[in-house]
């Protein structure tokens, strides 16, 4: 398999902060034993990455997450 690139991401990424997020918090959830959504043989984070780069999982916004969690609290 070819090499993930921050380009190949940044298509998916409004910017490379977003993406560290994003890749960081998928990472985290691969450890606790997410299954994950494509074929890689590689690292927690490099496998983040390649979801990321191939749309595999939704990127949403640092506010919007703070809005998402704010509406799970209230019920």
Do not use: Y
């Not at 409004?14 to 997410?34: D, Q, Y």
């Amino acid at each position: 398999m070819a090499r993930v690139t921050v380009e190949d991401c940044l298509t998916q990424v409004e910017n490379r902060f977003a993406l560290v997020h994003a890749a960081a918090k998928r990472t985290k959830m691969i450890f606790k034993g997410s299954n994950p959504l494509v074929d890689c043989k590689n690292k927690e984070i490099v496998t983040a990455l390649r979801e990321i780069a191939d749309s595999k999982v939704k990127v949403i916004e640092f506010e919007e997450e703070k809005d998402e969690k704010k509406r799970k609290k209230k019920k």
